[in-house]
């Protein structure tokens, strides 16, 4: 079974910076447009960026400028660096397939708080 494991989210001050990383135990990940996720109490999960099997990038528009999404298909893994993070920006994230393809992982918390 295809597993998504993230990590790398915390607490972090408006302004601040995370890198978060998820690893997908899958073979087709190299070909796969991936994606990040996030789910805020209360609000349906979004997509804020996906990057495809080329290095394409796509972003929400709360979120361009400020985070990069990448990939290293060697190590079945995509980054997402967040910079000049916002209180807004709490939220549980979650890396998956650019339509939600796998299986859903526990996703990995992040908060921007003072």
């Known amino acids: 079974q295809v597993q998504l494991v993230e990590s790398g989210g915390g607490l972090a001050q408006p302004g601040g910076s995370l890198r978060l990383s998820c690893v997908a135990s899958?073979?087709?990940?190299?070909?796969?447009?991936m994606g990040w996720y996030r789910q805020a109490p209360g609000n349906a999960r979004e997509l804020v960026a996906h990057?495809?099997?080329?290095?394409?990038?796509s972003y929400a528009d709360s979120v361009k400028d400020r985070f990069t999404i990448s990939r290293d298909n060697a190590k079945n893994t995509v980054y997402l660096q967040m910079n000049r993070l916002k209180p807004e920006d709490t939220a549980v994230y979650y890396c998956?397939?650019?339509?939600?393809?796998?299986?859903w992982g526990q996703g990995t918390q992040v908060t921007v708080s003072s």
């Open positions: 990057i495809t099997s080329g290095g394409s990038t």
């Open positions: 998956n397939t650019r339509y939600g393809s796998l299986t």
């Open positions: 899958t073979r087709t990940f190299s070909m796969n447009t």
